[in-house]
Each structure stands twice: as structure tokens, then as C-alpha cells.
């Protein structure tokens, strides 16, 4: 209330400044609103009630004003004005009012249609006068009116009307005892406690609701007191109306014996009692506690023990860390997946194994969420717990804690991996090997590298290569990278160096490099193919040389292949691909070979490729992939050789006979063409406007061109002609939400299908032949081609219209007439008369 007030008197401060200075002027308009408003009826004029409240919010700043609107709001509702007038100036009162207008309200407070407005006004007052005159009407009214003021001295917290409402707590008027019943619920404390209790076992129905309600409401109060004991005392006496709601409050209520009180509600309940109460325990504190709910964790059904093990888990005390562990065995998959779960919140280091046991003997889900929450234990101890575990008898075991400690990042670990990459069980090397790649750095390379050169089983050398790459991925010295390796490679068994050919490729420094070269002449097979198959895959371009050697005099068709594949790569990496290319292709010695090349000529961008690939063209053998691959030359070369790029293009369009590749090749000319073959020679009309209007009604209004048989007086558009599009504000001046229209005659020489591609800065209708065949409303700018839509041309002339409606800004549009390919028609003509 008193933020209320201050509010409306800043307010009333900028309000008043005029009223100061010509008390008398306003003090005369007030009583004209007045005399004005008493009669209104709901639906009349509200003008005088609005300058009537006007004035008074602005007399807060002026005490003489504020005295007048007082006493002439107070005559106002003595006097005959109607209810609804009366009802507003009870609510000016209540912010302008003072001691003196409460004996007026006051006699309203038992009026039907009034009592609402003098208790709102009344109960807002800090006059202690107000809750006077309240109390006083309680004894002269009944029912929804006594029930009224009974809400309204509860709103204002008048404790002298405890005992007033602790008598019509038995009133025989339904209404009025279930609004004392609130009453002393919001007035609480004690006297209000034993009222309502003495009460209760005689009340039924809604009231015997509204004093269960407001022993809740009492009980809260205490709570918020300190007062706890009184509170759980009044909670109490809800027990059976109102169950969960008690057990609620008794815990909120707290003290040592929550926790034994919860524990064996949850015992001994059923149904949603037995829920509520489980999901009460994360509000209850203390390892005596957690003690408690443990205790009776088996007596539960499976539902009950998953509920119970997540709100266990969700109280974060580690005191719980056994039974929940424990039950990481149920037979009953909802209580392992819960179990399991918690254990990440609450475990400390002894869950570790007990979840990496849960992981290896688990499947789906509940393997997922066993390994989360093995990444989720806070324990300080937990890694080494893992470590620890890494020996179990269990391989799975093992396993699961490789892999946590691998996505715990306990480089702590390191050691105990490295011997566990030799474990007898694959799935524990793999694991390891993948821990390595995520913790090992370049100080463990030589460590890497021993392991990659000598594993426990061949098989294993896959995984070490992609562990020693993540390593690699993280330093910055390639120089560092390719040494572990190159000393390796040294003293390597054949077996070995094919793997750390492939690493070499990483680093590719010069000695990586020459040291591949090399091995290209090893004695040993495998060693020469990994050293083809290393330098294909070389980053960069420095060993396409050897390469091409390999493609013109090499021995193993396979490493031929290879060869060219990498050859063709490097040929899009170097400074003059297309000579490259042209190598390539004097080389290919097969169709697959050549169409090897023309997939790679595919990204070249010179003319010189263009022609090259253009020969390809008529060859039944190559043609689809020349034509794929012109195609895509075309494309990149339409900005700087745009003639040969369109004569390629036009050559795929008639040879081609994929039709896809057809369209691919007709829509890049067409957008080299995107603005030629406008039409520029219009006659036209306008402009048309209506006055308060906008664009969207000019644009739904027809005007004289729309209507047949009506006289319009076109005009050729000779102002505002671009080279394509064509600006109506040169013709028509700078307007808005305006619309003209052009129309001119298309002459065909046949019946043809046909695309009308059109463009505008606003909005378009369009008309071919006197029939509406597109229309857009949209606020944009100019575009080629916004908008396009197949039409049919007859022969001979074609009458073609455009509705162009500008908004606001530019004033602009183009249009264009094509095949629906969006080719352009030959032999169409264009005559404007």
C-alpha cells in the first residue's frame, strides 16, 4: 500500500503543476465532472470520470486540492449519482482519501452494490479508523457482504478481529464461517490454532476444507516464525484431510526426527503417500538420516527402491555409497539403472569398481550410464581406485577401467596403460591403446613408438597408429613427430614399417619424405606398397614426380592405379594443375584410368582444361564423365572466359544424355544470361492511388486497365529504360503506395510453352491475354527473376499487362519472356502500340 501511495504521488507531482497556480479553475472542473458523472451508466461517455481521476491523482501534491476532492468525493457518494459512479469515487478515496471520508464509506459497507467499493477502499487505508469501521459492519451485514469485510480485515491483518472472527467461525451461513475459516488461517498464531481446531470435528463440507486450508496456512506461518514445534503441532491435525500436504510441512519443519519420521512413512505407506514421502528426501539433512532411508530400502517394492535410490542419490551424502552399491546386483534392471546412476552423485572411491564391474557385466543403457557415472565421481581417490582395479581378474572389469581413466584424463595413469596395451585380453589392449591416444604426449613418442614396432599382437598395430596420430594432432613439432618415427623405421622388422610409413605421411617433412622414397626399392613387398600407398596420400605436392614414374613404369597395375589417383590429386594442389592433367592423361592407359583424370579435370578452371576434357566429349566410353566434368570447368569459367564457357555449355546441352546434366549446364548460361533479353518497350498507365490507403489496398483495387471497356489513356514509357529493368519513379516522380501498369504485345511465331521471368520493387500482378497468371503482394527490392511462371503463348501477337505497385522506397520492375527451360526463344518480337 504505501509503494501504492508514493507511486500516485510522484506521479500526481508532474500531474499538479498546472493546478497550483489556478486552484479555483481546477477545483470548477472537478465539480462540472462530478455533476457530469453521476449519472453514467456503463456504455456512456467516461470522459468526466477520467478528468475527474485526473484531478485527483494531482491533488496528492497539494493539500488544499486534496481537502476539496475529498469533501466533493465524499458528497459524491451521499448523494443519488448512480452505483457506478458512486464505485469510482470510493476508489479515488482510497488513494485521496483520509480519516475524514471513512464514515462515508463506511455507511456503504451494506449496500449490495456498493459494499465492494468501500471495503476496497477501506482496506487500504492505514487508518486505524478503517479497520474500525469494518469491524463495526460485521455486526449490520450477512452473508457474501459480512464475507466480504471478513476478507477485507484479513487482508488488512486486524488481529482485534480474531475473536469477531473466531464467533462466526460457527455462524450457520456456509458462506460467512468458510470466510472466518480463511480469516484466522491468515491472521494465524495460536489463539487462530485452537479456534480452528475446536471447530473442526463439527464442520463438514466446505467448511470443514476451508479450516483444514487454514490450519496449513497457520502452520506455514509458524514455520516462517522459527516456530517449529507449533508448526508440526498444526500439521498434525491434517494428518488425515490432508496427508501429503503434512508430511510436507513436517519435514520442511525439520529437526533430528525428520529423518526417522520420513524413513517410516515411507515404510508403512502406500500408493501416492509412499511416493510423496520418497521425494521428500533430499529436503532432510544428516548422515542419521541417510541411515534411516537405507534401513528401509530393501522392505521396498522395485518401483519404490529405484524412487528411493534416486532421491538418495540426489542428497549427495556418501553415507548411502553401500546400499546403493549394492544394489548395483538387483535383479530388477529399473534398480541397477538407478543405482548405477546415483553412484556417480553420491560414490566416493570405493563405487569405482563397483561401477566398472556394473559396465563390464551390463549391455544398452544401463553400460552407458554405469560408464558416466564413472566419470562423474568427484572422490579424490578415485583414479587410483581405477588403477587399482586395471589388475582385477576380470577382463571386462579391466577394460571398463581403462577406459574411465582414459575419460577422466588421469595422465596420472599413463604407466599402469602402457602395460596394459600388452594385456593377454584384446579388449583391455584396445582400450588401453585408445587411452594413449587421448593422454600420451611427445614425451611419450619413444614409448609409442616401442609398442608400435613390437605389440602384443599384430593386430594391435591399426589402433597404436591411430593412438600415435591423436598424439601428433596435438604438437606443434612436425620436425619431433617424423625423428620418433624415422628412428624407429631404423631398426623395425619388416612387419612393422609399413605402419610407420603411413605415420610418416603426418609430419612430411623432407627426411619423411626422402625416407619414404626409399623405401619404395625395399626389399620386402608390403614395405614398397606401403610406401605407393604413403606417397598417394601425401599431403602436399612434393612427391608427384615419383608418382608419375611409378604410373609410366611401375610393375603392379594396383600400384599404377594408386599412383594416378595420387598423381590427379596433387594436380589440384599445384600452382598450373592443368599441365598436370595433361601429363596424367598422356599416361592413362585405360578408360577408368582416363576417367580417373576427367574426374579430377573436374575441378581445374583454365580454357586450356576446358579443351582438353571437350575431346573426351564424343567418346562413348568417356563422354558421361567429360561432360560431368565440362560441366563443372564451365561453371567456375563463366567470369573469366565466358564465351568458350557458353559454347561448352550449349555443346553438353545437345550431346549430353543425362538430363540432369542438360539442366545443370542450361541453368549456368542462364544465369550468365540472367539479364539479357528484357523487355524494354512498354506503353503505360498511371499513377493510381486512394487516399489513406496502402500499397495492400491499391494492390487488391482494380483500376481502369484491370476493367474491360474502360477507356485508359496509355502512354509509350520512354523514362527510367536501364539495360534491363526500369524505373517507374523517373516516369512517375517519387511516390508511395502507388501503382501503375505497363502492358505491351508479344508477337510468337507458334503455339508454344513458355516462362514469364519477372522481377519488382514492390509487388506485381501480371496478365497474359486477359487472364490473370501470377500475382505477388511482398515489400522487397529488385531482383532478375524473383518470380517465374510457365505460361502458354499462342501464335501470333500475345497482349501481355503488368499491375507494378510500389510501398514505400524504389519503384522498379523487369520482365522477360523465355523457354521453360529458361533458354531464350528465338524469333519473338515485342511491339509496343
Sequence with gaps: MKRTVLFCMTLAGILAAGVRAAQPETIGQLDEAIKAAAGFQPGGDSGPLRRMETIAMASLADAAVREAVEQRLIGMITSDATADAKMLACRMLQTVGTEKCIPALEALLADAKLSHGACFALGRMEYAAAGDALLGALGKTRGELRAGIINTLADRGERKAMGAFIRLLKSDDAVVACAAARGLGRLGGDDAVAALKAARPQAAGAIESEIDDALLVCAERYLAEGKRRQARAAYDLVRESRPVARLRGVVAAGGSEAGAFLAGVIRDSEGPLKKSAIGLIPLVKGAAATEAFVAVLPSLSAEGQELMIRALGERGDATATAAIAAATKSEHEQVR????????????????????????????????????????????????????????????????????????????????????????????????????????????????????????????????????????????????????????????????????????????????????????????????????????????????????????????????????????????????????????????????????????????????????????????????????????????????????????????????????????????????????????????????????????????????????????????????????????????????????YVKTRVWSPMAQKARLEMGSDDAIKVWLNGELVHEMYQHRGLTARQDQVNVDLKQGYNDLMLKVVDHEGGWQFCCRIRKPDGSAIENLTIHAE
Design 337 to 740: 539403472v538407478a543405482a548405477v546412476d546415483s553412484l556417480g552423485s553420491v560414490g566416493d572411491a570405493s563405487a569405482a569398481p563397483v561401477l566398472a564391474a556394473a559396465a563390464a557385466k551390463a549391455g544398452g543403457s544401463e553400460k552407458l550410464i554405469a560408464r558416466a557415472s564413472l566419470v562423474r565421481l568427484s572422490d579424490e581417490g578415485v583414479n587410483a581406485a581405477l588403477i587399482k582395479a586395471t589388475a582385477d581378474a576380470d577382463a571386462g572389469v579391466r577394460a571398463e577401467c581403462v577406459r574411465a581413466l582414459a575419460d577422466r584424463r588421469a595422465v596420472e595413469a599413463k604407466g599402469r596403460l602402457f602395460e596394459a596395451a600388452r594385456d593377454e585380453d584384446a579388449a583391455v589392449r584396445r582400450e588401453a591403446i585408445r587411452a594413449l591416444g587421448m593422454l600420451a604426449e611427445h614425451g611419450d613418442l619413444p614409448a609409442m613408438m616401442t609398442l608400435m614396432v613390437a605389440p602384443k599382437e599384430a593386430g594391435d598395430r591399426a589402433a597404436i597408429e591411430q593412438a600415435i596420430i591423436a598424439v601428433f594432432g596435438r604438437m606443434d613439432d612436425r620436425g619431433m613427430q617424423a625423428g620418433e618415427v624415422l628412428k624407429a623405421l631404423r631398426t623395425a622388422a619388416a612387419e612393422a614399417r609399413p605402419a610407420l610409413l603411413r605415420l610418416l605421411r603426418m609430419p612430411a617433412t623432407a627426411e619423411a619424405l626422402a625416407a619414404v622414397r626409399a623405401a619404395m626399392d625395399d626389399a620386402a613387398e608390403n614395405v614398397r606398397d606401403a610406401a605407393v600407398r604413403t606417397l598417394a596420400d601425401w599431403p602436399d605436392a612434393a612427391p608427384a614426380e615419383d608418382l608419375l614414374k611409378t604410373v609410366s613404369g611401375g610393375v603392379s597395375r594396383v600400384h599404377k592405379v594408386l599412383a594416378l589417383r595420387g598423381y590427379v590429386r596433387m594436380a589440384g594442389m599445384s600452382q598450373n594443375p592443368t599441365a598436370m592433367y595433361v601429363r596424367a592423361m598422356e599416361l592413362a592407359q585405360t578408360p577408368d584410368d582416363r576417367k580417373l583424370v576427367l574426374a579430377g579435370l573436374g575441378n581445374a578452371d583454365s580454357a586450356e582444361a576446358l579443351t582438353l576434357v571437350e575431346k573426351y566429349l564424343d567418346d562413348e566410353a568417356l563422354k558421361a564423365e567429360a561432360a560431368q566434368a565440362a560441366v563443372q570447368i564451365a561453371g567456375r569459367l563463366r567470369t573469366t572466359d565466358a564465351t568458350a564457357a557458353k559454347a561448352a555449355l550449349k555443346r553438353i546441352i545437345a550431346a549430353a544424355g543425362d538430363a540432369g546434366l542438360r539442366q545443370k549446364a542450361q541453368d549456368i548460361i542462364n544465369e550468365m544470361e540472367q539479364y539479357e533479353g528484357y523487355i524494354l518497350a512498354w506503353l503505360t498507365d498511371g499513377p493510381y492511388m486512394i487516399k489513406g490507403k496502402d500499397s495492400r489496398a491499391v494492390f487488391d483495387t482494380p483500376f481502369g486497365p484491370e476493367k474491360p471497356g474502360e477507356a485508359v489513356k496509355w502512354q509509350r514509357l520512354d523514362k527510367g529504360v536501364g539495360a534491363w529493368d526500369i524505373n517507374l519513379e523517373a516516369m512517375y516522380g517519387g511516390k508511395d503506395h502507388c501503382a501503375a
